[in-house]
């Protein structure tokens, strides 16, 4: 019984920080996704927005960066799956923070 009330105890953290998006807003229907899995977030981040003209705002826990139609994400080694959900939003909306 112990271990039930912990999978559902898990499962309600899980659910409890799940994010809704607004899918007519996405500006394409196809994008080539690549994921780049780094050590260092913030350093890898900063590189890709550089190469843009931008600055990473602030410290991520994961980042996207497109061109046309083709997208990259990059996190850690163990991002959730909220990290790179909204990341894969991002590609499909093309939108910076």
């Avoid at 996704?33 to 602030?58: F, M, Q, R």
């Avoid at 410290?59 to 960066?65: I, K, L, R, S, T």
Wanted: include cysteine; charged fraction near 25%; glycine fraction near 4%.
């Amino acid at each position: 019984m112990k271990k039930f009330i912990v999978i559902l105890a898990c499962f309600g953290l899980s659910v409890a920080h799940a994010q809704s998006y607004d899918a007519t807003k996405n500006l394409r229907k196809t994008m080539t996704i690549t994921w780049e899995v780094v050590s260092d977030v913030n350093k890898a981040c900063a590189a890709e927005y550089a190469k843009y003209g931008h600055k990473l705002p602030y410290q991520m826990d994961a980042c996207a960066v497109w061109k046309g139609n083709t997208c990259k994400i990059i996190t850690k080694k163990r991002p959730t799956e909220s990290d790179v959900g909204h990341e894969i939003m991002h590609c499909f909306q093309e939108h910076f923070h």
